[in-house]
């Protein structure tokens, strides 16, 4: 069965201290990786897409990269507003364009 | 540009009542796609449409759920009879390739 598992479920870190969350896949072909941050009581964010291995995306303190089987959202220096729920999505190959989604990585940033 | 909206924002309603949802799209977006997201959980797929056909709509939970997309544009999301177990966060996306941008969401409580 095609899924997305994020790992950790939760994480809490000190400001300043980087980290790594994980989102492993199972699709028979990937067409696409997407990370979306989510805050409370809104709708997902776009953050970033991975079509191959190997790519990797930067955006201020968020650097995503990507295997055949997995993808990481590296946190370098977090800060408090780093604070939101990550989520993972894939898209398989083929004609169908729904996104299949992991339950996501709850991050929340001390100061 | 102006993103997705939905509304409205929040609705409570009486079990057994009819609701209807509605979503704005970003103008050319050709896909739209309608999620379920409840407390604490994933997001949950309900259906999508390819212009003003929907070629996925597995994800709708009952024969309670319907939606219809006009002119490839605005989308409703209608469902009849609400249980108190339809209460959630009702999520509305559109994309022009594969990135899907999201809408605030609208929060349904059902009493």
């Known amino acids: 069965e095609d899924q997305v598992t994020q790992s950790p479920e939760a994480l809490r870190l000190q400001e300043g201290e980087s980290s790594s969350l994980n989102c492993s896949y199972t699709?028979?072909?990937?067409?696409?990786l997407f990370w979306y941050r989510q805050d409370p009581g809104k709708g997902p964010e776009f953050l970033f897409t991975l079509y191959s291995a190997g790519e990797e995306k930067e955006k201020e303190r968020l650097k995503a990269t990507l295997t055949k089987k997995e993808s990481f959202l590296h946190i370098t220096a977090p800060k408090p507003e780093d604070s939101a729920t990550y989520l993972c999505?894939?898209?398989?190959?083929?004609?169908?364009?729904?996104?299949?989604w992991g339950l996501g990585t709850s991050l929340a940033v001390n100061p | 540009g102006a993103g997705v909206s939905q509304s409205p924002s929040n609705k409570v309603t009486e079990k057994g009542k009819d609701v209807e949802l509605r979503c704005d799209p970003i103008s050319g977006h050709t896909a739209l796609y309608w999620y379920r997201q409840s407390l604490g959980q994933g997001l949950e797929f309900l259906i999508y449409?390819?212009?003003?056909?929907?070629?996925?709509k597995s994800g709708l939970p009952s024969d309670r759920f319907s939606a219809e997309r006009t002119g490839g544009s605005v989308s409703t999301l209608t469902i009849q009879r609400t249980q108190q177990e339809d209460s959630a966060v009702y999520l509305c996306?559109?994309?022009?390739?594969?990135?899907?941008?999201f809408g605030p969401g609208t929060r349904l409580t059902v009493t």
């Open positions: 449409f390819q212009g003003n056909s929907a070629p996925d």
């Open positions: 996306a559109s994309s022009e390739k594969y990135e899907q941008y």
């Open positions: 699709v028979s072909g990937l067409r696409g």
């Open positions: 999505a894939v898209l398989e190959a083929g004609n169908n364009r729904k996104l299949i």
